[in-house]
């Protein structure tokens, strides 16, 4: 029996189960290649010895790090809890770990941190990056790479189409008495914050609504505090944030102002986050799928990984409008 105190080796192992060496290796990296009964022994003497299998060394053996690197452009934004947590599902079920990278707002930082971490991951999940196209599509000439919340020419791409969501928000605002919608905008170097403010400007003139764009300082919630006089002063009876974080702090300091939502102003964010019901009123918000982006964009680059999938793919996912109490019909008070 081996000692307690010393470390297992592979060859432990095989001998208490009765296996060749060859064929614990096999059980433990390959799963696949041994049939399950004999798998389950090796599994189950591996456990009872505390083996544990040497990262380096497998490495060195099979090429591979069983690594996803996700970046995301701010660790602190819930938008980005539902992508991490089925990413890293979706990745569990091949035996693939999923380590997250945060590249605080900086397109420099971003490719600096991916740069950094490319060796010691098989593929790389960038969500609403900051970098350039370039600099994108000059990762994947070393790694797998698949882009969330960005469509980059040659790169496996999802994204949550924001039309459908935008075109039910402003029907329901142009049915409620608005005249005038105003977007509170994201980062500028944000693809999304652009292609949504494109889906918005397209829904109000369809709607013969008026529509403005105002930049916001950060896409946090004290972004949304600092952009409240701008928003009172616009003359808009609607607003559509970037995201759910910037409506929620707009949303606070114009009732600290004595503004009443939605009698004086509607409110609508963006991706329904986690928390985006629990404002006074809560928050009516256009759904983005973010768990489906997290599972897709995570299948994606596995199946590209074990040759399942050859070339690049764009996939659109819809997006929807939840209706609750930020958003109704104009009454003109304040």
């Known amino acids: 029996m081996q000692s307690r105190t010393a470390k297992a080796t592979i060859y432990d192992v095989a001998r208490q189960a009765g296996v ?19 798998r389950r022994f090796i599994e189950a003497t591996a456990s009872e010895l505390n083996f544990q299998l040497n990262h380096a060394a497998q490495v060195l053996q099979t ?12 660790v602190t934004n819930p938008t980005f809890f539902g992508i991490l947590r089925e990413a890293g599902r979706v990745a569990a079920q091949r035996d693939y770990t999923v ?29 609403s990056p900051r ?35 935008v ?6 605002l142009a049915g409620n008495g608005h005249k005038k919608v105003l977007f509170v905008a994201g980062p500028e170097l944000s693809w999304m914050s652009a292609r949504r403010w494109e889906a918005i400007s397209a829904a109000c003139e369809w709607c013969h609504l008026a529509a403005e764009r105002i930049e916001s300082a950060a ?29 929620i702090g707009l949303m606070h300091e114009l009732q600290n102002a004595g503004v009443v939502i939605p009698d004086a102003l509607s409110i609508i964010g963006f991706d329904d986050i986690f928390g985006a019901d629990f404002t006074t009123p809560s928050l009516t918000s256009i759904r983005s799928p973010l768990g489906q982006c997290g599972s897709l964009s995570a299948g994606l680059a596995l199946a590209s990984l074990s040759g399942t999938v050859q070339d690049p793919q764009t996939l659109p996912l819809d997006t929807e409008l939840i209706i609750r109490g930020s958003a109704g019909p104009w009454k003109g008070v304040s």
């Open 20 to 38: 060749n060496p060859s064929t614990v290796s096999r059980a433990l990296n390959n799963p696949e290649r041994v049939n399950a009964r004999t």
């Open 63 to 74: 090429g591979s790090t069983k690594t996803l690197g996700l970046i995301v452009s701010d």
């Open 99 to 127: 380590v997250l990278v945060n590249a605080a707002e900086s397109p420099s930082k971003e490719l600096a941190s991916a740069n950094r971490v490319i060796n010691a991951v098989d593929g790389l999940i960038l969500t």
């Open 131 to 165: 970098m350039s196209d370039t600099d994108i599509q000059l990762l994947a000439k070393t790694t797998q790479v698949v882009v969330i919340n960005r469509e980059v020419n040659g790169i496996s791409c999802v994204i949550p189409d924001p039309d459908r969501g």
């Open 167 to 172: 075109s039910q928000a402003i029907r329901l």
């Open 219 to 247: 896409p946090t919630v004290d972004g949304g505090r600092r952009v409240a006089r701008a928003v009172k002063a616009s003359g808009a009876t609607a607003v559509i944030t970037h995201n759910d974080l910037l409506a």
